[in-house]
């Protein structure tokens, strides 16, 4: 549900584009009050924890997740009224708060996923709940796309009343899990240490730069995501209508999908056996099931929808040679993988058709394991400091509040093909921290985490 209702902006934008008359860089806005919530909500926590304590470390994780859920569920309900009155501004509001939401969920859930196992195999098992988050962004193009775009030409002047039932089904959903968190037997896990006051952990370069890392990745991945329904609509690339183009937009959360699975295979405790095993399977599973769930949408014709992907496939087959050259290594695998969505990028912005097309829908498999990696290295041997950390790396997360806004802008001046300059720029250094920052500034007291 994290992962679907923040994919729902990626639909958001062209429809709001539409539906009030807006440019590119007015459009974005719907990112930058989602994204920007987080700055502020996660600027809020640290302040609160830097004075009297964590509150996490008070609470316990689980609580903090239920919080989350239930601000998260208000915001969805803001868009009733926001439909009601037809306000762009409502809209807005609604996203704020749900970014807000998210702010807790993230403080919350990273920290604990880390916490429940050793310390070795963490990115794997942040890999693993991020491909659960995935699956819901996977969904959200195919099902938004229904929902939302394809009634644009039935609304006619008010076409924002398509969005009141679906955010009220969502809203219903959060407070439902938040009622099912509230009551679930989990194992009660604290933050390590005493509760920690002070911003120590500011200082750290390590923190420094994991945090510019986060905010590079989610600034990228977004603005990726956020301009992809209009790069597809331009004629000299696929020229498709934008509910069409919506379920392409699928795929390249899709491949955040797979990738995820399959770095929580590579750096888990398994055998090699079984890993070789695994990482062989699953992005055939992968590629059948987002093929099926495609082919569903654009009106159920599975064969046909097989041979049209098949770009896709070979993407799939270079994300595997990737991933064997990262030989396991979560900080190696980074770089290699920036690198190659730098590659990616320069071909969308340099080429046309169909190689500029699948180039931008491959850099979803390549963003998959960034977060979960770049998280899992920055707050490893922490300690105490741990929660602490954490609301800076989601602090950081602003990134996807302010990079869609600059992408958009010059979107408007330059065109949309050249504005991938700017997240072309983001992975540059994402391959820098992956390749070399990680371990600066890190001390013998903490254990790097190669």
Same mark, same amino acid.
């Given at each position: 549900?994290?992962?679907?209702?923040?994919?729902?902006?990626?639909?958001?934008?062209?429809?709001?584009?539409?539906?009030?008359?807006?440019?590119?860089?007015?459009?974005?806005?719907?990112?930058?009050?989602?994204?920007?919530?987080?700055?502020?909500?996660?600027?809020?926590?640290?302040?609160?924890?830097?004075?009297? /304590? +964590?509150?996490? &470390?008070?609470? /316990?994780?689980?609580?903090?997740?239920?919080?989350?859920?239930?601000? &998260? $569920?208000?915001?969805?309900?803001?868009?009733?009224?926001?439909?009601?009155?037809?306000?762009?501004?409502?809209?807005?509001?609604?996203?704020?708060?749900?970014?807000?939401?998210?702010?807790?969920?993230?403080?919350?859930?990273?920290?604990?996923?880390?916490?429940?196992?050793?310390?070795?195999?963490?990115? =794997?098992?942040?890999?693993?709940?991020?491909?659960?988050?995935?699956?819901?962004?996977?969904?959200?193009?195919?099902?938004?796309?229904?929902?939302?775009?394809?009634?644009?030409?039935?609304?006619?002047?008010? $076409?924002?009343?398509?969005?009141?039932?679906?955010?009220?089904?969502?809203?219903?959903?959060?407070?439902?899990? &938040?009622?099912?968190?509230?009551?679930?037997?989990?194992?009660?896990?604290?933050?390590?240490?005493?509760?920690?006051?002070?911003?120590?952990?500011?200082?750290?370069?390590?923190?420094?730069?994991?945090?510019?890392?986060?905010?590079?990745?989610?600034?990228?991945?977004?603005?990726?995501?956020?301009?992809?329904? +209009?790069?597809?609509?331009?004629?000299?690339?696929?020229?498709?209508?934008?509910?069409?183009?919506?379920?392409?937009?699928?795929?390249?959360?899709?491949?955040?999908?797979?990738?995820?699975?399959?770095?929580?295979?590579?750096?888990?405790?398994? =055998?090699?056996? !079984?890993?070789?095993?695994?990482?062989?399977?699953?992005?055939?599973?992968?590629?059948?099931?987002?093929?099926?769930?495609?082919?569903?949408?654009?009106? $159920?014709?599975?064969?046909?929808?097989?041979?049209?992907?098949?770009?896709?496939?070979?993407?799939?087959?270079?994300?595997?040679?990737?991933?064997?050259?990262?030989?396991?290594?979560?900080?190696?695998?980074?770089?290699?993988?920036?690198?190659?969505?730098?590659?990616?990028?320069?071909?969308?912005? !340099?080429?046309?058709?169909?190689?500029?097309?699948?180039?931008?829908?491959?850099?979803?498999?390549?963003?998959?394991?960034?977060? =979960?990696?770049?998280?899992?290295?920055?707050?490893?041997?922490?300690?105490?400091?741990?929660?602490?950390?954490?609301?800076?790396?989601?602090?950081?997360?602003?990134?996807?509040?302010?990079?869609?806004?600059?992408?958009?802008?010059?979107? +408007?001046?330059?065109?949309?093909?050249? =504005?991938?300059?700017?997240?072309?720029?983001?992975?540059?250094?994402?391959?820098?921290?992956?390749?070399? $920052?990680?371990?600066?500034?890190?001390?013998? +007291?903490?254990?790097?985490?190669?």
């Amino acid at each position: 549900m994290w992962g679907f209702l923040t994919c729902m902006n990626d639909i958001l934008i062209p429809y709001v584009k539409e539906v009030f008359e807006l440019s590119h860089f007015q459009s974005m806005f719907v990112q930058f009050y989602f994204f920007g919530a987080y700055f502020v909500g996660s600027v809020l926590y640290f302040v609160i924890s830097a004075k009297y /304590g +964590d509150p996490i &470390a008070r609470m /316990g994780y689980q609580r903090g997740a239920v919080f989350g859920l239930l601000i &998260a $569920g208000a915001g969805a309900l803001l868009f009733y009224p926001a439909t009601t009155l037809h306000s762009f501004n409502l809209i807005l509001a609604g996203l704020f708060v749900f970014g807000l939401g998210f702010t807790l969920l993230q403080i919350s859930a990273n920290p604990y996923v880390i916490a429940i196992g050793p310390e070795a195999t963490a990115s =794997s098992r942040l890999n693993l709940c991020q491909g659960v988050n995935s699956l819901g962004t996977t969904l959200a193009p195919l099902i938004g796309g229904g929902l939302i775009l394809r009634r644009l030409g039935e609304e006619g002047s008010h $076409g924002s009343d398509a969005l009141r039932m679906p955010y009220l089904v969502f809203a219903g959903v959060l407070f439902a899990l &938040a009622f099912f968190f509230s009551r679930a037997k989990l194992p009660r896990i604290l933050p390590p240490g005493t509760i920690q006051r002070g911003t120590k952990v500011l200082g750290m370069p390590s923190v420094q730069l994991g945090m510019f890392a986060i905010f590079c990745y989610v600034g990228a991945e977004v603005s990726i995501g956020s301009i992809m329904v +209009d790069f597809f609509g331009l004629e000299e690339i696929a020229g498709l209508e934008k509910d069409v183009a919506s379920d392409y937009l699928a795929l390249y959360w899709g491949g955040l999908m797979v990738g995820r699975f399959l770095g929580a295979i590579t750096v888990s405790g398994l =055998s090699t056996q !079984t890993k070789v095993g695994a990482v062989l399977v699953v992005p055939v599973i992968g590629f059948f099931l987002i093929a099926y769930m495609f082919s569903v949408s654009a009106g $159920g014709d599975y064969l046909g929808t097989l041979a049209l992907l098949k770009p896709y496939a070979l993407v799939l087959v270079l994300n595997l040679a990737a991933f064997a050259l990262g030989a396991s290594k979560p900080a190696r695998t980074i770089g290699i993988f920036a690198l190659a969505c730098v590659v990616l990028l320069g071909i969308a912005i !340099t080429q046309g058709g169909q190689l500029a097309f699948w180039s931008v829908i491959a850099v979803g498999l390549f963003n998959s394991i960034m977060w =979960s990696n770049i998280f899992a290295l920055t707050i490893q041997g922490l300690g105490k400091y741990q929660s602490q950390a954490s609301s800076l790396l989601v602090m950081a997360i602003v990134g996807g509040s302010l990079l869609p806004l600059v992408q958009g802008a010059l979107a +408007d001046s330059v065109g949309i093909q050249k =504005s991938f300059l700017i997240p072309l720029v983001a992975y540059l250094y994402i391959a820098f921290y992956g390749l070399w $920052g990680k371990s600066m500034g890190r001390g013998s +007291d903490t254990t790097v985490f190669e």
